[in-house]
């Protein structure tokens, strides 16, 4: 189709495009080998069947904003379809041969499904303009509160017309194109019904006007491939090329919540945590080129949901907009966030989990607590007392070790060394040991394992905090204390299986602590109440049923772990009437305790994390808000009471222990 003329200019003119690309992404290649660590390529094998879930189909982008997750995925889909509609247009554009007309049954049914996808590529991105131009949902940029580069808010909107501009003439041209093209072959492609429906409005035009309206539309649709491929790099839609890479080299991790070891014994180490951008490991840097800058993990936020500062995706697109205006990765990250932001993170996951990309804006400001608490002395002072309460008496509350076991006076709980062989361990935590609301939870899962004649022991005086606190605060120094120590004790005793009262020492003990060479077997006390009712060891009276509950999903029992049905399916067994709140499970919202918030006061903003969450519990019109962790039964406790203490909260165990059938 085209003259020599035109095939050396194509061809030259894609040379310098593919030049300038190559040096646009080396660019973004050697910043993320600036990171810390090394890559683990092996691990691609293990995730082929992840990647077709989650690349192919765009399956994580359907979990959330369903309208437009399917306008994204029809641009996506197309995308991916016009990888060989774009390779067998050069083939004919060089060569005259139609190669999807030549290939059977396979270029029939590509021929369908991309004249199909073309339309819906057209259909989706002008939709994707309504929305972002017209109609302007909050939701797809950042209040003018939070720290954000200022080239980002001009350039998102200024890349994303760009972007639309490059995707609607490539594809508008591509159809009129193959229009003439079908137009001039004088009968229409039924296996192309959208262009040939366009090519009969080219009916009676003469042959040559035909010839170079497709060679007009042939360098408007794939020029316009080359000449935004230099751009690419620079562009927000680089994640197509850095998503997929991003979910297949992620370095494995038990949970999203689960952070890197530091050896405190290492006296070699002069870095803990991150200061500067290349403190952060090198999929960490890659996040912030896998990002979407949709905005989703923003709107999940608990602590930018209540009017704090903090924004997931605005650390994410400063650390992208630094590094593409020039910046090195020298820079400090209290530039690109700031320190109030930093300390509003509840650490709950939810950015974590509603990522279509794979990106973990919670890992790096976990990582900042970490230099700016152990190498900067900077952070809140209300978190002191709970230091020195880990740091004297081995819990944040600060109670004697001696006045552990004051809990269980009158419920004959056994320790390890009244019965040094138990078939199940029980890690109390401190909250259940040494809180007064608490302790009513430890006491009523004591009268369940009672009543189900479980053989079990807990450890009593000899129990310390787990470390979550410390280690969600950034004091790494004392978190490895306890945790060698926790380790240290477990490996003697040689436990069967462990059960924990508190979301926060089951993700601890299971997913932090074989970094310290301790692998068990760890589970929530909720999920050994459902085995228990299940196997008809604990019979229930089902009276409960004068109950209308909902039930709060503890971020570290639910996104940090994948515990879901068993509380629920506990509930059910108790008669209980479950009403579901609009975010529940996965979607679950943060009792605002998480991320070491319960031993300080939040940052300012609009609304108590907790007040926010209770409204909408409150909105169910249930009359008992069910827990199944000590942080969300004080947080939940103190809203309720504030708003005047009608709703009962009680944890599961409790709603349990109240219906067993001696």
Known sequence: MLSIIEKILFASATVVSLYFTYYGVRRIVRIIGSGQGKVKWSIIWKRAGQLILKVGLFQPVFRFRLGTSILHALIGWGFLSFLLINLADLIYAYTGFKLLEHTGSFGVSYRLIADILGLGIIFGIVAMVIRRYVLKPASLRARDTTLLHPKARFGILRDSAIVA?????????RLIGESFYVASTGAADRWQP???????????????????????MFWLSIGAVVAFLPYFPYSKHIHLFFAPINYALKPERRSIGELSFINMEDTSIEQFGAAQMNDLGWEQL??????????????????????????????????RYHLNNGGGTDVKLTELISEEAVWACTSCGACVDICPVGNEPMRDILDIRRNLV???????????PAFRGMERNMNPWNVSQADRMKWAEGFEVPTIEQNPQPDLLWWVGCAPATDARAQKTAQAFAKILKAAGINFAVLGKNEQCTGDSARRAGREDVFFGLASANVALLNEVKPKRIVTTCPHCLHTIKNEYPAFGGNYEVIHHTQLINELVAAGKVQLNMTADKLKVTFHDPCYLGRHNKVYADPREVLNSAGALTIEMPRHAAKSFCCGAGGAQMWKEEEPGSQRVNENRFAEAKGTGAGTLAVGCPFCLTMMSDASKADGGEIKVMDIAEIVAEQIHY
Not at 202 to 213: N, Q
């Open 165 to 173: 501009t490059f995707i609607f003439v490539h594809n508008s041209a």
């Open 194 to 216: 959208v262009i040939s429906r366009v090519a009969g409005l080219w009916t009676g035009m003469d042959p040559g006007a035909l010839l170079i309206g497709e060679r007009i």
């Open 286 to 319: 890659m996040d912030s080129y896998a990002c979407i800058m949709c905005f989703r993990c923003q709107e999940v936020c608990p602590a930018y949901n209540t009017g704090k500062v903090l924004s997931p995706a605005a650390l994410e697109i400063n650390k």
């Open 374 to 384: 152990l190498l900067e002395n900077n952070f809140p002072k209300q978190l002191e």
